[in-house]
């Protein structure tokens, strides 16, 4: 039973284009949520993050929308980068991003084509 | 400020081995949690440890275990290797009150 899903294994987009990617959750109870960023090689880094009382958080070119209602978020990429080629992986917590278990999606692998 | 740092890095084991891996964290944090990344299943989580107590567990078998030394030092072995428990195995460290996990560059694990 996948709580956290990201329906889209991989996505292309062009370079200065926006990259769009997407996260569905089934647990009404999870209260915070975040998206992370892997490289090959290396673990996962933290991008950004939202809380359940918020509907939308935006930290330079990266912002994470959240539909509570359709329990959707979205983290948009704008204007996408070479560099931000990699896997990216949505998490939610039911404990306000506590370190005692995130579930994590499966992630999506974005490709920004020059 | 050092990383997470996890040794060993790559790792190869036959079928029924037991291995063990390390993690240090973060200078000053307390809690370090474990994940497994498979192709097929994305990030799992293992366990947390806060102060040399187990405070979590995900739904691994008994085969899974992990420990925490007072310096925060973590450790965590697999007994009875599976093919399955082939996996990149990540740890992630947190501070007091923070609600972002750091994660290691992982152990690379391959059951022979």
């Known amino acids: 039973d996948q709580q956290v899903k990201q329906n889209s294994p991989s996505l292309s987009v062009q370079e200065g284009r926006i990259s769009i990617l997407n996260c569905d959750y089934t647990n009404s109870m999870f209260d915070y949520f975040l998206w992370y960023k892997k490289y090959p090689a290396e673990g996962p880094t933290f991008l950004i993050s939202i809380s359940s009382i918020k509907d939308k958080n935006e930290d330079g070119r990266f912002t994470v929308f959240l539909n509570k209602s359709a329990k959707h978020l979205s983290l948009h990429i704008v204007p996408s980068q070479p560099g931000d080629s990699a896997v990216y992986f949505c998490a939610a917590s039911d404990s306000g991003g506590g370190a005692d278990g995130l579930t994590f999606g499966k992630g999506t692998h974005l490709i920004i084509q020059p | 400020k050092a990383g997470v740092t996890q040794t060993p890095r790559y790792l190869i084991k036959t079928r029924g081995q037991q291995v063990t891996l390390s993690c240090s964290p973060i200078?000053?944090?307390?809690?370090v949690s474990w994940y497994q990344q498979t192709p097929g299943q994305g990030l799992q989580f293992l366990f947390e440890y806060f102060s040399e107590t187990q405070r979590n567990k995900g739904n691994f078998p008994g085969r899974f275990s992990g420990r925490q030394f007072s310096n925060s030092r973590s450790e965590m072995n697999v007994s009875t290797l599976e093919l399955g428990d082939s996996a990149l195995y990540l740890c992630?460290?947190?501070?007091?009150?923070?609600?972002?996990?750091?994660f290691g560059a992982g152990s690379r694990l391959t059951v022979l």
């Open positions: 992630a460290s947190t501070g007091s009150g923070a609600n972002v996990l750091t």
């Open positions: 200078s000053g944090h307390r809690s």
